[in-house]
């Protein structure tokens, strides 16, 4: 069990060191940060007075309500043209650990979530070089009939661009059309790492650029689409080359108002490429989503992803700026293989204890971040994975 302390945030610029005092102060004005004073956010060693700034801007835009949702991850294949150091998860079809999901076996394990309770499926896989479009959209369609009210939260940008580029051979905007009136709602947020070119040729080469994730995720608010957003931190990366990550999140969502949250998590190194690097500690993710929190002004909700941070840490983060604990999840992969020892699955009811025990008032969410007012009962103990 963590035994970070818990702190309550206090208005009284007295229990603000003086250093962070103008920063305080700017927070408390409604004002924006610079990257300047992000970087020292980051480089102070005062947790709880950036736990205290960053809880003004979450009790301004959310009071004291934190979020959770019901979903269900499905990864249908790991194979990938791709070979990211910092990933366990892609493989080559001759693998021992690729594996591929039929789409009858996506809509079973979808369906019997659906029964109990979830409200959208999010579904992310690697860059398959042979699944047909006919395959994509077949999936989608599928998953459609189930629920016509399911929000079907799938891809990252990577995958768009490779959909269009190989797979559907049309441009991005013509593929994401097709995949929205097939029933995608949504775009996930990964793919994103960190944002400087020096740092994705180390670990990602070959990927997609800052810029061509950036333009899949314009392109899809333009269209009316919503996403989120993501942060991979604690490998190679600088401060200044996290808080240019965050500038680049910030300068987008001015100019698009599309995403829905910023999802940051700390890389898993442990079975991976970089397994030499030592892992993000608790006190580095909490520092942050603190910085997150004050940085991302145009940003309305912060998520500790407990999956990769463990349930403890999450609600601690409760207190550093975060309002959402992300979902019930019910199966995941890509932390796992890389060396993830969290669990794959939250009850409801462990959630909202969780919430509660932070002095946070637990709020059932959807895939927008509104609250649901009326949901079904959802069985107390485990969500058992297909």
């Known amino acids: 069990m963590c035994q970070l302390r818990i702190v309550k945030n206090f208005t009284s610029s007295r229990l603000i060191p003086s250093a962070l005092r103008p ?137 768009i661009r490779h959909l269009a580029e190989r797979i559907f051979k049309r441009s991005i905007e013509d593929t994401l059309r097709l995949l929205s009136e097939a029933g995608l709602n949504s775009l996930t947020g990964g793919g994103a790492e960190i944002f400087d070119p020096i740092v994705r040729d180390r670990i990602c080469r070959g990927k997609e650029t800052a810029e061509e994730w950036k333009d899949v995720h314009r392109i899809w608010h333009r269209m009316g689409g919503r996403s989120t957003c993501t942060m991979l931190f604690g490998h190679i990366e600088t401060i200044e080359q996290r808080v240019d990550h965050l500038r680049q999140l910030r300068e987008l969502q001015d100019e698009t108002h599309g995403f829905t949250g910023f999802v940051p998590f700390a890389f898993v190194p442990e079975t991976t490429l970089l397994s030499h690097i030592r892992p993000a500690s608790g006190l580095d993710q909490l520092r942050n989503l603190a910085v997150s929190r004050i940085y991302l002004d145009n940003f309305e909700h912060i998520t500790g992803y407990w999956i990769a941070m463990t349930l403890p840490l999450a609600q601690i983060s409760l207190d550093y700026g975060v309002d959402d604990l992300h979902g019930t999840l019910m199966e995941e992969k890509i932390f796992h293989m890389a060396g993830s020892k969290t669990p794959q699955q939250q009850t409801v009811a462990t959630l909202e204890r969780t919430i509660t025990e932070a002095g946070r008032h637990p709020v059932q969410r959807d895939s927008y971040y509104r609250a649901v007012v009326c949901r079904k009962e959802v069985p107390s103990r485990a969500l058992t994975p297909v």
């Open 23 to 159: 920063i305080y102060q700017k927070v408390q004005a409604n004002e924006r940060i610079s990257e300047q004073e992000a970087c020292q956010l980051y480089r102070s060693t005062d947790i709880n007075s950036l736990g205290r700034i960053a809880n003004v801007v979450r009790e301004r835009i959310n009071g004291n309500r934190a979020t959770y949702i019901l979903n269900r991850y499905v990864n249908y294949s790991n194979i990938c043209v791709l070979s990211c150091q910092f990933c366990a998860f892609g493989a080559r079809k001759r693998d021992a650990h690729a594996f591929e999901l039929a789409i009858g076996e996506i809509v079973a394990a979808t369906s019997s979530a659906l029964a109990q309770g979830i409200t959208e499926v999010h579904m992310v896989g690697g860059l398959h070089p042979t699944l047909p479009a006919a395959w994509y959209l077949e999936l989608l369609a599928r998953l459609r009939t189930l629920d016509p009210h399911l929000h079907i939260k799938a891809f990252t940008a990577i995958e």
